[in-house]
């Protein structure tokens, strides 16, 4: 067993390890230790940089869970934009379900933000499913606000899958876009959506304190009975 891996077994808290297997219903059990995200990133934050961690990223695929976690917060901390990219295009293909993948946002990607566009557009065409959640989520979180681009929009609107953890961010994207994007985004609820994704968003749209009653209670009349 390697020292990480020894670390990990060590932090092993069966109470969350039992709340832990709940949410990630797509995992073996076996593979879950229930080792807490705090702990998991405090070790990230020590290991960064060392050939330790070096050796550990090279160390794919991982056998469990929380090693998957544990390589996702190092990535975190990688600072370089290059470095970071062909991490995560190393890393990606290895991620099984919902919560590694959302685990990670790079603060290092904020900083190129064309060059994340371009990448971002090459994990969607990927066809691997947490590889184009993930890229869902960098559109999301960087190309909303300041750094709007109307094509995200029409990008993620294209995607057409019956995969529930794509469509999930599928309908939480387009909900985030309608609270920051309102003008630009609701053509795209008004027709563009298949009949789940678009109530999806719907719902979580209403759900969010960032839309007005006004709103919401428009978004309620474009439900689509089933």
């Known amino acids: 067993m390697t020292a990480v891996r020894e670390r990990l077994f060590a932090l092993r808290d069966e109470e969350y390890r039992a709340f832990s297997v709940k949410l990630l219903p797509t995992l073996d059990k076996e593979t879950v230790l229930g080792v807490r995200s705090p ?3 405090a070790m990230a934050k020590e290991l960064s940089g060392t050939e330790t961690a070096a050796a550990f990223l090279a160390q794919l695929p991982h056998r469990y869970h929380e090693e998957n976690c544990l390589h996702a917060f190092l990535i975190e901390r990688i600072r370089d934009y290059d470095a970071c990219v ?3 295009d ?3 293909p290895r991620v099984d379900n919902w919560a590694v993948c959302d685990c990670m946002n790079p603060p290092c990607l904020r900083k190129k933000r064309e060059r994340l566009l371009a990448d971002t557009r090459r994990w969607l065409d990927s066809g691997a499913l947490y590889t184009m959640r993930f890229a869902l989520r ?9 750094d709007f681009r109307p094509e995200v929009l029409d990008w993620a609107a294209e995607i057409e899958t019956e995969e529930y953890y794509l469509r999930m961010m599928q309908a939480w994207f387009f909900a985030t876009a309608l609270a920051k994007r309102w003008d630009e985004t609701l053509p795209y609820i008004e027709g563009r959506l298949e009949p789940w994704t678009h109530n999806k968003a719907i719902r979580k749209a209403v759900e969010s304190d960032r839309i007005s009653a006004e709103r919401k209670a428009y978004l309620k009349t474009l439900k689509i009975k089933r």
Request: proline share 0%; glycine share 0%; aromatic share 12%.
């Open 86 to 88: 062909a991490a995560l």
């Open 138 to 146: 960098m559109l999301m979180a960087h190309f909303l606000d300041a």
């Open 90 to 92: 190393a890393f990606q």
């Open 39 to 41: 702990a998991l990133r």
